[in-house]
């Protein structure tokens, strides 16, 4: 893993924006499905991609509704893959099925909804680079065990993440202290999706030993030539910065608090109101404390791919509420 370092990018750029001036967040929204199939969420360095949704001209219509959004979504989830049963369970949930197949999915577009819906005439501009999420399903990787291994990552996600109990439980999960568990994930190429518990059984590894491997593909991820990790200070509080899509996972690796250690006057304290954003300050910097809990509240209310408004503790690795 490179080592964090203070860095300048784009992202920073935005990122600032948003915390300085209150400006709208970066588009790092997804289209989201989950059950036996993969919950994915589309990249952040996903720039662009090859082939464009053909939305309905409607997409950027001012009155547009939920429902209307449901059924575009289920028209090109359907048109993408003409094998699939196609059903609408209820505004911005969809259940895809295939033929006489047990197994099913479920598209939950919460976050796609949330991205777009205050912006028509720019709808299609703020979903740009979802089509993956369409048609990269997970039925690829069920059965190849070697493939499985060489994508699992470390996620940092709360239940209500997930919409529902039912999505949740479908996932490999572990509780990691307060509210926040670690959610195993496949890093694919356009998107994230989850390691389910039909597919962990074909991973011939302990919980332990999947683990460090989830941890050793995280920091060939996050540090890949194509990548940025880092971080830039700010006010006594630090802000990790790797491009977009796992901010939060950094958590888990030991090189990120050794990282920051010179640059917090305490013990850690963390928020992480989104998949890809993470404050941590020390618990003597006040004023950055209140900052990060003001922040948070905001950003878990009007961000998407939204995590916690709570801050945490962090102790050798030990997580507890902040309070």
């Known amino acids: ?40 969420d589309s990249k952040m360095s996903e720039k662009s991609n090859s082939k464009a949704i053909d939305w309905d001209p409607r997409i950027e219509a001012p009155d547009l509704t939920k429902e209307e959004f449901t059924r575009m979504c289920a028209k090109i989830l359907k048109s993408a ?6 059903e609408i369970l209820e505004p911005l949930l969809i259940e895809y099925s295939w033929g006489k197949s047990e197994e099913s999915g479920f598209m939950q577009l919460e976050n796609a909804w949330k991205s777009c819906a205050s912006e028509p005439g720019n709808r299609k501009k703020r979903l740009t680079g979802h089509y993956s999420n369409f048609v990269e399903l997970d039925t690829e990787y069920i059965d190849d065990p070697e493939r499985l291994s060489g994508l699992v990552v470390p996620l940092l996600r709360t239940k209500s993440y997930f919409g529902d109990e ?36 074909l991973i ?3 919980d332990a030993s999947l683990l460090r491997l989830a941890k050793k593909n995280l920091s ?6 194509d990548g940025t990790v880092g971080f830039v200070e700010k006010d006594k509080y ?7 899509d796992y901010e939060s996972s950094l958590i888990f690796l030991d090189e990120t608090f050794e990282a920051i250690k010179p640059k917090v006057d305490g013990r850690y304290v963390f928020a992480v109101p989104s998949r890809d954003v993470v404050l941590i300050a020390g618990d003597r910097s006040k004023s950055a404390i209140d900052f990060m809990r003001g922040f948070s509240k905001k950003y878990f209310k009007e961000g998407d791919h939204v995590i916690s408004d709570r ?9 507890t509420f902040y309070e």
């Open 1 to 40: 893993m490179k080592r964090l370092s203070a860095c300048v990018d784009s992202y920073f750029f935005l990122i600032l924006a948003l915390i300085c001036f209150g400006c709208t967040a970066p588009d790092v929204s997804g289209i989201k499905s989950s059950a036996l199939n993969a919950d994915s």
């Open 220 to 225: 060939h991820v996050v540090s890949d030539e």
């Open 311 to 319: 801050l945490y503790r962090y102790d050798d690795g030990k997580i």
């Open 81 to 86: 893959h003409p094998e699939l049963k196609v």
């Open 238 to 244: 630090v802000m990790l910065l790797c491009g977009g």
């Open 166 to 201: 039912e999505n949740f439980e479908a996932v490999v999960s572990k509780s990691i202290g307060a509210d926040l568990f670690l959610v195993y994930g496949l890093d694919k190429k356009n998107n994230i999706s989850y390691l389910m518990k039909y597919q962990r059984k």
């Open 204 to 206: 011939k590894l302990d």
